[in-house]
């Protein structure tokens, strides 16, 4: 069974950083690309990052919002996929989620939409005071 558990959520104070985790099971990350999403309340899910499987390769995908602040990385020996966020702003402030679905690759241009994802975890809230 695919389960994926995020953590390492909190307050964290504007300019701070946070690394979330996202531990993988019931698959491994050799054929599996792991996105991160994030969803603020009101606001529509949107994607910070995506890396490909182990096999796959590949440069990691960043949105706009994200690039030059996040860092997406895995661990292979822990099946575990990272998020390490700087420089916080408040509007990063959102409930984090990771996702995946089999294939090697993050989907090209729309490796943003969660569309393109079949499993999810529960998410764990980041919340960046100004």
């Known amino acids: 069974q695919v389960q994926l558990v995020e953590s390492g959520g909190g307050l964290v104070q504007s300019g701070g950083s946070r690394r979330l985790s996202c531990a993988a099971s019931?698959?491994?990350?050799?054929?599996?690309?792991i996105g991160w999403f994030r969803q603020a309340p009101g606001n529509l899910r949107e994607g910070p990052s995506c890396?490909?499987?182990?096999?796959?390769?590949?440069?990691?995908y960043y949105a706009d919002s994200a690039k030059g602040r996040f860092t997406i990385s895995r661990d292979v020996a822990k099946n575990t996929v990272y998020l390490q966020m700087n420089s916080l702003k408040p509007e990063d402030t959102a409930v984090y989620y990771c996702?995946?679905?089999?294939?090697?690759?993050?989907?090209?241009?729309?490796?943003?939409?969660?569309?393109?994802?079949?499993?999810w975890g529960q998410g764990t809230q980041v919340t960046v005071s100004s």
């Open positions: 996702a995946t679905s089999a294939g090697d690759y993050c989907s090209g241009d729309v490796w943003w939409a969660p569309s393109e994802y079949n499993y």
């Open positions: 019931g698959f491994t990350l050799e054929h599996h690309h």
């Open positions: 890396i490909s499987s182990t096999s796959g390769y590949g440069d990691p």
